[in-house]
């Protein structure tokens, strides 16, 4: 029990008066958007942390519950100029109104009109008469001046969104293009003030067009943006849909046709053959093979039969099955999984950390740099349309866009390409992590072996026959779900021995367990060491040595302080475990069994397995300090599926847990593998690599276009004759966006 204790206070010492809540955003249009917020929320008294994700368009927030409520955190948001739109329940999401394309349909159109009436004479395009710059200056300056605006009110956005996040000193990408448009807008409509005095001159200096097209190319990357990252969600989307709509339930001996919401705990449902798993459960009657490849990334169906568990959405292949609900609605394996996949593209990886962090120093520095070009060309050119002309060229042109999409998009795509495996990752730190691994521990029973045991042997040293002590053994190992007590069970149930219920029981991790029979008889049963912990005498020594050297794990049985009896145990590897461990190893990676198993049993097994180096006879808190010392190595995977790896678990860097495991262990590791296949593992570290390869090269490309691209627009290449006007700018600004937007997709292949 003490490790149980020791795991809930790792667990939650740093959570005290915490909560932590996922809200549905609203009105999040662009990476800036959800930086923005993002850093408004982080500065808010009382919020421990917020993680804003503009893919899922979803706001992690941990805050203190003692100094706000929920609404009061919601305010926020709304102050910031978005909405909550409450607790984000993962359910698939409606399309997107038709609005938004119809938006830049109208902008474009008015676009090409303001380029035509602005630019037809440079390019030897026919002239509109009465809208001809030189013969009607009054009727060119109003035209543009009056599409303009509409192009600003369509875009309105992008101007509110800038204007919110500098008042609230979190300046970003919307903040730059609006202070570069408002800039040539507002100069613009002075030069048309003159022109309706009749200084026509000023016609010369009107940048209408400048305004109208940089809100037009954003515009357009938006939208390219927003559909590329609504393909991020796919994966995400397929699962939240991948369960039938209805189902077969048995009522009162009728078939009836339900919903799913009409299913109840304990109901019992028919699937035919072709037909869809409704919801999770246990198969009461019937034999069949069923294709679960959505959950576990496996394309062969697995043999299922009575008292074996089905997962919803999986599809019955063969013959027609009774099954009883067991979990139902949020409770089941898809909705849980669409929980971790949906919380891991919520959180954020170190690196991307790093890359806010100097978005947070860019956007100041780009405005200094801007002010002092103005200044500088307006001193050198003595010409205020020039100044201007730089200074909007370079608040346009240095977007860090791209530097706020490199990593999520990255992190989201990858997510999704984890979960088709069969891999579930909690959290983006660990995608990060997982590809700079160097040691991996692995627990024995029930993760290297199939926790597929048998009773190979029982030596027997009371005066109470062998099956009386299989039949104690059994009813008291009942209450465990440990893979060793299972076999016990097993045995019992094929030599067709009653059970007994059990007055008391205790479970011990890493020991065993304890139990008290109605007739107030005590046992234990577990390994050497409980027997030593509890001054049991054991003079046993040739048959323990009989069984060891035979591969059996051994099982000391005690009723009433004293030994009467040992029960060897036999495991079989999993498929092609020896294979990964291989591949592991050619990634140079230490592998480590660690478990509580006896030194004898463990050295066969790993021996068999190609495993070096064997740290056995370990309780929990054992293996967890254990951890502690390899990590002064680097870092430290742990792969378990029991109770007594919980505290390893969540020691480790990277806790891995197999989805036959308890939900103890479930609940304590960074990663789950919806399978018992190790192969898994190795998947996991190369999806890492690939994913943290692409985030390193969005990132290059982001820096390198700012390095190059504000220095031009700086006109540091004017004596070459080369220059950037605002309308360069915009388009060299999309093209960025959109280069990092579709190599973050090359990781969907």
Known sequence: MQALKENKKLKNNYNFGMKKVLLKIDGMTCSACSSGLEKYLNKQDGIKQATVNLIMNNANIEYD????????????IEKAGFTSLGIDNFEKEEKKNTNEKYKLIAITIISILVLYISMSHMVGLPVIPFLNMMTHAINYAISLFVLTTIILILGKDIIKNGYKNLIHKTPNMDTLVMIGVLASYIYSIYGTIQILKGHTMHVESLYFESAAIVIFFIEIGRYVENKNKDKTKEALQQLMSITPNNAVILRDGQEITVTLDEIQKGDILICKPGEKIAVDGEITDGTTHINESFITGESMPVKREKGSKVIAGSINYEGTIKYKAEKIGKESTVSEIVRLVTQATSTKAPIAKIADKISG??????????VL?????????????????????????????????????AI???????SKKGILVKTSETLENAHKVKTICFDKTGTLTKGELSISKIYNYSNINENEVLRKVASIENKSEHPIARAIVKKAQEEKLELEEIKEFKAIPGFGVEGITSSGDKYLIGNKKLMIENNIKISNGKDEKELVNDGNSILFVSLNNELIALIGVKDILKDNVIDVIQKLKNRNIDIVMLTGDNEKTAEII????GIDKVISNVTPKEKSEQIKKLKQNGLVMMCGDGINDSVSLVTADIG???SSGTDIAMDSSQ????????????????ISRKTIRNIKQNLFWAFFYNICMIPIACGILQPLGISMNPTIAAFAMTISSLTVVLNALRLKS
């Open 65 to 76: 519950d003692k100094k706000l409520t929920l609404e009061q955190v919601e305010k926020f």
């Open 361 to 370: 120093y860019f956007v100041p520095v780009v405005l200094v740099i801007a």
């Open 373 to 409: 070009a103005f200044v500088l060309w307006l001193i050198i050119s003595k010409n205020v349309a020039t100044a201007i002309n730089i200074f909007v060229s370079i608040l346009v042109v240095a977007c860090p866009c791209s530097l706020g999409l490199a990593t999520p998009l």
């Open 412 to 418: 989201v795509i990858a997510s999704g390409n984890s």
């Open 606 to 609: 790993a021996k068999e397995i």
């Open 656 to 658: 891995v847990s197999v």
């Open 671 to 686: 990663v789950v593998i919806m399978n018992d296949n190790l192969e898994k593992i190795d998947d996991l570290i190369e």
